[in-house]
């Protein structure tokens, strides 16, 4: 399975909603702490990009020591219709500067480096220390991943539905199943329905894990092949 650091790297690195969460009173509308860019610096830094003249640009360049402590919450939301549907959450906390002259007229680059952070996802929960965010690498699938469950859901609703027979006898009855999160090592289905009306999470692995979408495609010709017989 995937570390706590790679998990939490990734969630940074995907398209997830995020807000950075201001310390002390703020008068700010909620849509004014969502940084419009996001990225990882090659140090591990996490990189924020927001208009000039936001909340959070001011609250950094007035901080003592041009220095802020916040947090950066990113909430994970399957890109499916499934029950339950956010899958996790990560937040990252550090120190907020602001690195001028770099985004352009009307912007600024906001430096956050990372002191810790804790992820909460359907893997489990786990805290992040800044030298395991900074080594960690993101998932390879993690910018196909939503548009990649969207396909599996509206043109091979058939084939995933077929995998309730690797699943088990817990998976008897059900009538919906749902690809709910894909990732290097495999593909996460969920389950609901049936007589009792329940919902679980069933997980299949790839044979080996995958670096690229040539990859994917194999082993998932591979799973539902091997759901087949």
């Given at each position: 399975?995937?570390?706590?650091?790679?998990?939490?790297?990734?969630?940074?690195?995907?398209?997830?909603?995020?807000?950075?969460?201001?310390?002390g009173p703020v008068v700010a509308r909620p849509e004014q702490l969502v940084?419009?860019?996001?990225?990882?610096?090659?140090?591990?830094?996490?990189?924020?990009?927001?208009?000039?003249?936001?909340?959070?640009?001011?609250?950094?360049?007035?901080?003592?020591?041009?220095?802020?402590?916040?947090?950066?919450?990113?909430?994970?939301?399957?890109?499916?219709?499934?029950?339950?549907?956010?899958?996790?959450?990560?937040?990252?906390?550090?120190?907020?500067?602001?690195?001028?002259?770099?985004?352009?007229?009307?912007?600024?680059?906001?430096?956050?480096?990372?002191?810790?952070?804790?992820?909460?996802?359907?893997?489990?929960?786990?805290?992040?220390?800044?030298?395991?965010?900074?080594?960690?690498?993101?998932?390879?699938?993690?910018?196909?991943?939503?548009?990649?469950?969207?396909?599996?859901?509206?043109?091979?609703?058939?084939?995933?539905?077929?995998?309730?027979?690797?699943?088990?006898?817990?998976?008897?009855?059900?009538?919906?199943?749902?690809?709910?999160?894909?990732?290097?090592?495999?593909?996460?289905?969920?389950?609901?329905?049936?007589?009792?009306?329940?919902?679980?999470?069933?997980?299949?692995?790839?044979?080996?894990?995958?670096?690229?979408?040539?990859?994917?495609?194999?082993?998932?010709?591979?799973?539902f092949e091997a759901a087949a017989h």
């Open positions: 399975m995937p570390s706590a650091a790679e998990r939490t790297r990734t969630l940074v690195q995907s398209t997830c909603s995020a807000v950075v969460l201001l310390p940084p419009q860019e996001r990225s990882v610096g090659p140090d591990g830094e996490v990189l924020l990009v927001f208009p000039a003249d936001s909340p959070v640009v001011r609250a950094a360049t007035h901080a003592q020591d041009d220095e802020l402590a916040v947090v950066l919450e990113i909430t994970d939301v399957a890109p499916v219709s499934v029950p339950n549907r956010i899958r996790g959450r990560a937040r990252v906390s550090g120190r907020l500067t602001c690195v001028r002259g770099v985004a352009g007229p009307g912007r600024m680059l906001l430096r956050l480096e990372v002191g810790e952070a804790r992820v909460d996802d359907l893997w489990g929960t786990g805290m992040v220390e800044a030298e395991a965010f900074a080594a960690a690498a993101a998932d390879p699938l993690v910018e196909h991943e939503a548009e990649l469950l969207q396909h599996l859901h509206t043109a091979h609703s058939d084939q995933v539905r077929r995998l309730c027979g690797l699943a088990g006898d817990r998976a008897a009855g059900t009538t919906s199943a749902v690809p709910v999160a894909m990732d290097r090592f495999g593909l996460r289905v969920r389950f609901s329905g049936g007589a009792t009306g329940r919902v679980f999470d069933a997980r299949f692995d790839f044979r080996e894990p995958v670096r690229d979408i040539v990859g994917l495609r194999r082993a998932m010709h591979q799973l």
